[in-house]
């Protein structure tokens, strides 16, 4: 099973940066980013072919984010630049064995980690 561990949550001003880190094992073909803010339901963020290297990003994220991989470490990671009170949530790394479909629904992931917080506030 693949087992997945993230770091990197904290609080930040609007406008900061924060760097979100995802341990990974096993074998998988996607890695992606979720998140989930209170009272609300789980919304992807970003993604990433792990061979090629191909990314996806949500729409309220593009340009701000950038979801990257290190093949060495077997880590995955996002980079939040630009940050807002709205981006406030617990952030899921997420691990997919699906050749294709499904990149942004929760459905399309097997394996989760156990979330970290963000939080955007003055």
């Known amino acids: 099973q693949v087992q997945l561990v993230e770091s990197g949550g904290g609080l930040v001003q609007p406008g900061g940066s924060l760097r979100l880190s995802c341990a990974t094992s096993?074998?998988?073909?996607?890695l992606a980013w979720f998140r989930q803010a209170p009272g609300k339901e789980r919304e992807f963020v970003a993604s990433i072919r792990w061979s090629s290297g191909t990314t996806d990003y949500a729409n309220s994220v593009k340009g701000r984010f950038t979801i990257s991989r290190d093949n060495a470490k077997n880590t995955v990671a996002l980079q939040m630049n630009f940050l807002n009170p709205e981006d406030t949530a617990v952030y899921y790394c997420?691990?997919?064995?699906?050749?294709?479909?499904?990149?942004?629904?929760?459905?399309?992931?097997?394996?989760w980690g156990q979330g970290t917080q963000v939080t955007v506030s003055s």
């Open positions: 096993g074998s998988y073909v996607r």
């Open positions: 997420a691990a997919s064995t699906r050749m294709f479909g499904l990149i942004q629904s929760p459905d399309g992931y097997k394996d």
